[in-house]
């Protein structure tokens, strides 16, 4: 039996990650590259391939970075490599278990990932699952977007199962209002939506869960986990709707990466067949577990399944 697909598409970066004082660790990490390295620990190696999507360089920094991946089992060869352009770069510092970053990203060359559609149409095409952000929008030039919106709409028209990840980042966008509209057309090639309550309420002004799931269904999805920062999280789809509030709530060392390792965890265990419930429980496992250590990553042998 041939192995399944599942393919993130976005932009991974060089990550210093605070030790304490002026120490740094330098790692690879990205929202969408996070939930691929969980999906990866997560899903059974017979059953499921998972692959990246993004451009990198020609540098050394890109080479390291392309080993890391396949040294844990991350599939490469849909990465492109830009003949001037680097990765960017982030720094993390950690406050009472908070993070705050500066980033270096203006000549990424994550943001030509979509530039050329015969290539995202051929990567779309050997998929099953695609999962997206929306910062991997947010990077993009309007014509990259374009591109990545209407593949994505065709993979899906193919049978694909298409998820998105809203992560609301208002530094990237022009403004308010562009965020907005481009959110709404990337949910409308989603099948399942993963947004967070917080930052939707912020920039939607939803009232409450059950009205940022109504947003998205309407929009074209099938299936809207509401989540909410270790508060109760509501899963709604065309026959119902309920809350999950039996969530375990402790004090982080670091909540860096805690959201993309949801997102690995919940929806490997979807695909594979569990029911949302145990999904759910199943994200949120995988996320406990990684806010207790620093950094976006917690080592896939370190990672109690």
């Known amino acids: 039996m041939n192995r ?8 991974c970066m060089i990550e210093m990650a605070s030790l304490g004082g002026a120490d740094f660790r330098l790692g ?11 999906a990866r620990a997560c899903l059974s190696p017979h059953d499921w391939n998972v692959a990246y999507f993004t451009s990198l ?3 050394v920094y890109s080479d ?10 991350i599939d490469t060869r849909l990465i492109q490599r830009h003949a001037t352009r680097r990765p960017g770069l982030y720094m993390i510092e950690i406050d ?4 705050s970053f ?22 779309f095409l050997s998929a099953d699952t695609i999962y997206f952000s929306g910062i991997t929008a947010a990077i993009l030039s309007e014509s990259g977007r374009s591109n990545l919106l209407g593949e994505l709409k065709a993979a899906r028209q193919a049978g694909k199962t298409i998820v998105f990840d809203p992560n609301l980042r208002p530094r990237l966008w022009s403004s308010t209002e562009e965020m907005r509209s481009v959110t709404m057309q990337a949910a409308s090639v989603a099948d399942i939506l993963l947004p967070s309550f917080d930052d939707e309420a912020a920039t939607f002004g939803d009232a409450d869960l059950n009205a940022c799931a109504d947003r998205y269904l309407a929009a074209g999805a099938k299936m809207v986990l509401v989540k909410n920062g270790g508060g109760p999280m509501l899963f709604a789809d065309r026959n119902g709707r309920h809350e999950t509030s039996s969530i375990e709530r402790i004090q982080p060392v670091d909540t860096t990466g805690a959201g993309d390792s949801f997102n690995g965890g919940f929806l490997s265990a979807l695909i594979g067949g569990a029911t949302p419930d145990e999904a759910i429980a199943a994200g949120h496992a995988v996320s406990l577990q990684v806010i207790m250590h620093r950094g976006a990553l917690l080592p896939m042998n370190e990672l109690a399944k």
């Open 102 to 123: 500066t980033y270096w990203r203006d000549q990424s060359a994550a943001k030509t990932l979509a530039d050329d559609r015969a290539t995202l149409s051929a990567a």
């Open 57 to 59: 360089g020609r540098d």
């Open 96 to 99: 009472n278990g908070e993070r």
């Open 28 to 38: 690879f990490a990205g929202d969408t590259m996070n939930t691929a390295w969980y």
């Open 64 to 73: 390291k970075m392309v080993a890391f991946f396949e040294s844990n089992g």
């Open 4 to 11: 399944k697909t599942f393919l993130s598409v976005g932009e």
